[in-house]
């Protein structure tokens, strides 16, 4: 029988030295079977958000036994942390540099009033 596993592990974060945690899912045709069809699932910084994939530093990253998972994971589902994310990585302009580069207006009169 075919079962898929979600495997969790945690490690420090290279930014702020708080939890890591990643995941995986895979899959065994029956109990004996090896993993196959390994996907990452993600992994992300519990303390500070960073999306940190893989483990930089010193140390072993601390492994939790799998588990069934029997919902599917969809692929390419939006995630709100990720498009908070990408909204605050997005090029701002600067307001000063936005005015300075327009045109002055020809018909406005600069005059002292008398």
């Given at each position: ?22 995941g995986s ?8 079977s ?10 992300i ?31 390419d ?24 580069s ?13």
């Amino acid at each position: 029988m075919r079962k898929q596993y979600l495997h969790l592990s945690a490690y420090s974060c290279d930014r702020c030295g708080g939890p890591v945690v990643a995941g995986s899912l895979a899959v065994r045709e029956n109990e004996i079977s090896k993993e196959t069809d390994i996907k990452q699932v993600g992994a992300i910084c519990l303390s500070c958000g960073h999306r940190q994939s893989k483990m930089t530093g010193l140390g072993m990253p601390q492994q939790f036994p799998p588990v069934e998972w029997r919902q599917q994971i969809l692929p390419d589902v939006s995630h709100p942390a990720t498009d908070f994310e990408e909204m605050l990585n997005r090029p701002t302009c600067d307001p000063t540099s936005t005015l300075s580069s327009q045109a002055p207006e020809e018909n406005v009169s600069h005059a002292e009033p008398h």
